[in-house]
């Protein structure tokens, strides 16, 4: 069975530098997305990108996050510079085209930012 | 605004007991409604969903019935199971939309 994949599992970083996360979709899901898990809490989307194009980064703090999607494959969010703040686990989902389509999630990065 | 308010956890509940997780929503227009589950170290999988007025969803032994005059999606299952123990959250998605909004989530631990 198709799977999202996400690397690396687990992430420690200190304060200030640099951090990225990676996502490999579904093969054939046009839609992949990046959420944010604080712990405790739900899941929040931070960006959606359909094929390579952002649809929505309307929650996505632009100063220090930036995601890309350049090939409208795999995509990669970046951090910096990290606070603590951003300790938490990040999500990756997919779906193929459409607004009624499931969104399948990855195994997720757990960041612990010190 | 879109929000999902969950049943506070944790639940404990022994083997075959009944299991209800409340969930109620606030959403303009005709959301669709998701249960989603997380095991231990796996991510999200969608347990069940339903995209209209009394529809229900349902899906290993889990129900949830679309109540739009209550707004609701209150998730059950007649007799739990130790494999059942997992996160379960809530979720909606606005009509024409693609992204969800999730409920903090319900921790439930089935013992034997």
């Known amino acids: 069975e198709a799977e999202v994949a996400q690397s690396p599992r687990y992430k420690i970083t200190e304060k200030s530098q640099a951090v990225a996360f990676w996502c490999d979709p579904i093969s054939g899901h046009a839609t992949l997305y990046w959420y944010r898990q604080i712990l405790g809490q739900g899941p929040e989307l931070l960006v959606q990108?359909?094929?390579?194009?952002?649809?929505?980064d309307s929650q996505l703090p632009k100063d220090r996050f930036s995601a890309e999607r350049l090939k409208g494959v795999d995509s990669t969010l970046k951090i910096q510079p990290a606070e603590l703040g951003d300790s938490a686990m990040y999500l990756c989902?997919?779906?193929?085209?459409?607004?009624?389509?499931?969104?399948?999630f990855g195994p997720g990065t757990r960041l612990l930012v010190l | 605004g879109n929000s999902v308010t969950q049943m506070e956890g944790p639940v404990t509940l022994s083997e075959e007991a009944f299991l209800t997780i409340n969930c109620t929503y606030t959403?303009?227009?005709?959301?669709?409604l998701f249960w989603y589950v997380q095991y231990p170290g796996e991510g999200l999988q969608l347990l069940l969903k339903?995209?209209?007025?009394?529809d229900k969803g349902s899906n290993k032994g889990f129900e949830a019935t679309y109540r739009k005059e209550t707004t609701s999606f209150h998730l059950e299952k007649g007799s739990v199971q130790v494999s059942d123990s997992a996160v379960y959250f809530c979720a909606l998605r606005q009509t024409g939309a693609n992204n969800l909004f999730f409920g903090t989530g319900t921790r439930l631990t089935v013992i034997p």
């Open positions: 959403a303009t227009g005709y959301p669709s």
């Open positions: 990108f359909q094929d390579e194009s952002v649809v929505d």
């Open positions: 339903a995209t209209k007025a009394d």
């Open positions: 989902a997919s779906s193929s085209q459409g607004a009624s389509e499931t969104q399948y």
